[in-house]
């Protein structure tokens, strides 16, 4: 089992080596040391993080993200903790990650912690909502980011606005929840107590167009001239009578009878 272990470990000090080389070729001479001793501190951190020896898979992994994606290894050591943390151990899914920041420009661990603290905030919305099971779209990502820096809501704020979207419209919106939070904007701390008075005032709002609709209703109705139609004695055709002719017809009817009598 020993001599197992040795031969183990010196096939993987080998991978290592040619790993190593590979990145010293891709470095100017006078980088090379540095970015070679940077490199070998990264893995050790690496395995720390997921628990495990690198594999060749692995380390040609973060090699990319070191060279190709010109991430730092402060970030590289940034981005495996963030994916740890949380519950991802997968390289894939670090290496989607790792694109995903490349994509957004993302070239510093602030940076990083800003859009992972935007990302963590959607899924605790996306939560309110009571959508889970899939992570959040970049124009959901965008709606926070706005409400939280333009407008400047508290996260308390965000998630009292999604419970009365919710209890509004029996529906997740994120177009919904906005028009709540704009009503608010501009106060210079907005807290939950501005979005209770905007709220309440907007609700007042509501119900006075209400009344003012059914009033115009109402006298709508009043100035509506009753139509024949609604009268119960016409409900048949009417007739048009000859009164000359009714009265002929008299005429001769009372002759016919006094005739008869006499």
């Not at 183990?8 to 190593?20: D, S």
Request: glycine share 4%; proline share 2%; aromatic share 10%.
């Amino acid at each position: 089992a020993v001599r197992l272990y040795d031969i183990f470990h010196t096939c993987r000090l080998c991978l290592l080596t040619l790993q190593l080389w590979r990145l010293q070729r891709t470095s100017s001479s006078t980088a090379a040391a540095k970015n070679v001793a940077e490199f070998k501190e990264l893995l050790f951190v690496a395995e720390q993080y997921l628990g495990k020896t690198l594999s060749a898979t692995d380390i040609d992994q973060i090699i990319i993200f070191y060279d190709t994606l010109n991430m730092s290894a402060e970030l590289i050591e940034y981005l495996i903790e963030y994916c740890v943390e949380n519950g991802h151990k997968s390289m894939h899914y670090i290496n989607k990650v790792a694109l995903s920041w490349h994509e957004e420009n993302i070239t510093t661990v602030n940076l990083a912690k800003t859009s992972s603290f935007l990302y963590n905030k959607t899924v605790i919305v996306l939560n309110a909502y009571g959508i889970k099971g899939r992570g959040p779209a970049a124009s959901e990502i965008a709606y926070i980011r706005k409400w939280s820096e333009e407008y400047g809501f508290a996260l308390e704020v965000i998630l009292e606005a999604c419970d009365r979207t919710m209890n509004s419209i029996h529906q997740p919106s994120f177009d919904y929840t906005d028009s709540i939070l704009k009503r608010s904007e501009g106060q210079e701390r907005p807290q939950l107590k501005d979005i209770n008075a905007v709220d309440a005032d907007y609700r007042k709002e509501k119900e006075r167009a209400k009344e003012l609709a059914k009033e115009r209703k109402r006298q709508q109705q009043a100035q509506k001239p009753v139509s024949s139609q609604n009268n119960k004695f016409n409900n048949f055709d009417g007739r048009s009578y000859d009164m000359n002719d009714l009265e002929r017809r008299l005429v001769q009817h009372k002759l016919y009878i006094s005739d008869f009598i006499i």
